[in-house]
């Protein structure tokens, strides 16, 4: 277990800068071993007087909560840098932190029971104390604003009307002989399992001085997952602020989950009662309701285009005096990703991509203006209290901490460096954003990622990142896959090119790749990678290898057949091989449809257009084919496809499969192995 010693003093703050750690006589470089065992903080809370700031760490070792003073201002002295506080030495993992009304405690998550449940921790000592004990594990959870009800998601038998039901009928299952799953509809399966009979509900309950053992189901009968799986949270759950309603984003019908994106907000009474749709005019997403702290807003997120995942998601206010809605800042041609109520509702703090970073803004909630406030990597974790801003921050060549900055934009200050002693001797790659002329004589967007230690007079091999989504982007960021620094610590120069339909640079720019998978975004890589080799000498691009995961797995099939002597070799991480087919086994069909333009049977669609597997004939490229089993996104037989067509064909080629994983490589033991595989491919063909 990591030491409070050992934290305090990796928090100390030693002048660094944004642009990443100084270098060191005895510099090292980042190994994927040395990835895995960075610091990660999560679960970041700020208290209602703003002087205390909690979060968790998670290490190799486990997860704990730490809490932190901060000044009057928000800012942190030197001596008050020493004074982080261990709050919690339990063997799980707590997590979703928040604060009492009061401020004198915390409550968060933890399976120290046996069983996810909800503790309390008094700030001026003593043991966590349980504040639930209910018979099934808590997903999330919300508390009202005077922490008198508290709102909570079991996953449970729709027809069941308590929680004691659920867990009877979860014993009944384990007695049936037969294992047998059987469906009436669609979505059979999501993500990485098989759905079951289940459904997660919302419940409350009061709470008092004593345990609470059982909740009344806010959803009863409710079809969908309140708040949608696999990824949703308690950010799409909102209590008002006087306690008495309750808000949520949710799926309007089952029988069309598959194929629809139509989410709408929906309230019912605390107490509960019949449930009303507040956006049923809008049949496109509608997401994430948030509550001003005096109560006369509800904000939300909403798309407009019904059928599309990656349509821009613009703000939208309801005045709840007047009733009026309104759009907020409609003209501001960016996707909102997060937002946060400032005082008295007159400002909305949201992030947003925006030209490979992702942003901090403002956004007045009178005029709709906008303005940005940081953009320098990927800000999120966004706290709001008083006159400070409170926002974790990484970069290309940062890895996670916590920053302060007033809500004018002036004074910024970094409160964490959780992992200074790992980073200390490490040298990371420098990084540069550049710009071109691509696709539609459009100015396009790319990232550059020095070798760690790099030296001018040398020339280097060429790894190059292509994204996925394909409405994403690599962006900015420290991320523990597909970590440009790896390349870079190996000797690799790595380019990143958002091309067109990467996000962040405006909708129309995003839009632009439905439709068009293999036309302008492969003609924006092609002079991406000709802009760099005029301009940066020292990268030998003749002599390099192309990868991407996902969309950039397609694209790297899509190379194959379509730029045939582009690489020396490429690397394809669950890379769609045949469209027709990819409709027909995916889980998420709204996806395929939108951006193929209807069903595979669709006569003016798109799925032989833009499908590799017609392109064969051109394929020469030496490819490495990975995959894991419990990936229904892009399920098994697409990299198994290629991989068949590989070997059939005669082409250099592996095969390397991941039964555990599912769309990405998570066990940090996995994604070791993976990286030596990539890394011996490349090496192979490289050197």
């Given amino acids: 277990m990591i030491t409070t010693t050992r934290i305090a003093a990796a928090l100390a703050l030693s002048g660094l800068s ?64 020493q004074q982080v506080k261990q709050l919690t030495y339990s063997a ?128 009863p009968q409710w079809q969908t997952d309140v708040p949608a799986k696999p990824f949703s949270g308690m950010e799409e759950v909102a209590i008002s602020p006087d306690g008495q309603k309750v808000v949520f984003s949710a799926k309007v019908k089952a029988k069309d989950n ?31 309701p948030q509550f001003s702290s005096d109560g006369r807003y509800l904000a939300y997120k909403a798309m407009s285009k019904p059928g599309f995942e990656a349509d821009k998601f613009t703000l939208q206010l309801i005045d709840l005096r007047t009733g009026e809605r309104q759009p907020m800042a409609q003209q501001w041609d960016r996707s909102v990703d997060s937002f ?32 940005s406030l940081f953009s320098d990597g990927y800000v999120g974790d ?56 691509g696709a539609n004589d459009e100015q396009v967007y790319g990232y550059l990622v020095k070798p760690a230690l790099f030296d001018p007079q040398q020339r280097y091999p060429l790894a190059f990142l292509v994204h996925g989504g394909p409405q994403g982007s690599f962006g900015n960021m420290f991320h523990s896959r597909w970590n440009a620094q790896l390349w870079a610590a190996q000797g690799y120069g790595v380019v990143m090119i958002d091309f067109h339909g990467s996000v962040g640079y405006g909708q129309e720019f995003t839009n632009s790749i439905s439709r068009d998978w293999g036309g302008k975004p492969l003609e924006d890589l092609q002079k991406g990678l000709a802009y760099v080799k005029s301009n940066y000498k020292w990268l030998d691009t003749d002599n390099g290898c192309a990868l991407g995961a996902s969309y950039g797995g397609y694209m790297m099939n899509w190379i194959a057949g379509n730029w045939p002597t582009g690489f020396n070799c490429l690397v394809n991480h669950a890379g769609l091989f045949d469209m027709p087919s990819f409709h027909q086994s995916t889980e998420e069909l709204w996806f395929a449809e939108h951006e193929m333009g ?90």
């Fill in 92 to 219: 799980g993992t707590e997590s979703d932190v928040s604060f009492s009304a009061d401020g004198k405690g915390i409550y968060f998550l933890s399976p120290r029971s046996g069983s996810q449940q909800l503790w309390y921790l008094p700030l001026a000592g003593g043991e966590a104390k349980p504040v639930t004990q209910f018979p099934l594990d808590i997903e999330g959870y919300r508390l009202s604003a005077d922490n008198r009800s508290l709102v909570v998601t079991f996953d449970v038998y729709p027809e069941c009307d308590t929680l004691a039901c659920s867990v009877d009928k979860d014993k009944q299952q384990q007695s049936v002989a037969h294992n047998a799953q059987v469906y009436d509809s669609l979505m059979v399966r999501h993500w990485d399992h098989w759905n079951d009979d289940k459904v997660r509900h919302l419940f409350v309950a009061s709470m008092g001085k004593e345990i609470i053992k059982d909740a009344k189901d806010l959803t």
């Fill in 598 to 687: 209807g069903p595979f049977w669709a006569k003016d669609a798109d799925y032989k257009r833009y499908n590799p597997a017609n392109f064969v004939e051109n394929w020469q490229t030496p490819m490495l084919v990975t995959q894991g089993l419990k990936d229904y996104r892009v399920p098994y037989a697409q990299s198994l496809g290629a991989f068949t067509t590989l070997q059939r064909k005669g082409i250099d080629s592996r095969l390397v499969v991941y039964p555990d994983e599912n769309h990405w490589i998570r066990n940090p033991d996995n994604l070791k192995h993976w990286y030596e595989q990539v890394f011996a491919w490349m090496t192979k063909y490289t050197q």
């Fill in 382 to 437: 966004v706290q709001v209290q008083g006159q400070q801003i409170i926002f974790s921050r990484h970069a290309l060549n940062s890895p996670k901490d916590l920053y302060r900055i007033n809500r004018d934009g002036a004074g910024l200050s970094q409160l964490t460096q959780v992992n200074k002693a790992n980073l200390e001797t490490l040298q990371l790659g420098e990084t540069e954003q550049f710009t071109f002329t």
């Fill in 18 to 81: 944004l642009s990443g750690f100084s270098q060191s006589a005895q510099a090292d470089v980042l190994t994927v071993d040395k990835l895995n065992s960075l610091n990660k903080i999560h679960s970041v809370a700020l208290s209602p007087d703003g002087h205390t700031l909690v979060y968790a760490i998670k290490t190799p070792e486990g997860s704990e909560l730490y809490a932190q003073a901060l000044n009057a201002a928000g800012a942190m002295t030197q001596a008050q840098s």
């Fill in 340 to 371: 946060s109520f400032g005082p008295n509702g007159r400002a909305i703090y949201a992030t947003a991509k925006d030209l490979g970073q992702t942003s901090l803004f403002e956004i007045s909630t009178a005029f709709g203006d906008v303005r």
């Fill in 258 to 288: 598959a194929w629809s994106t139509n989410f709408d907000l929906f309230e019912v009474a605390i107490e509960g009662g019949a449930v009303r749709n507040l956006t049923e005019e809008n049949k496109a997403w509608d997401s994430s």
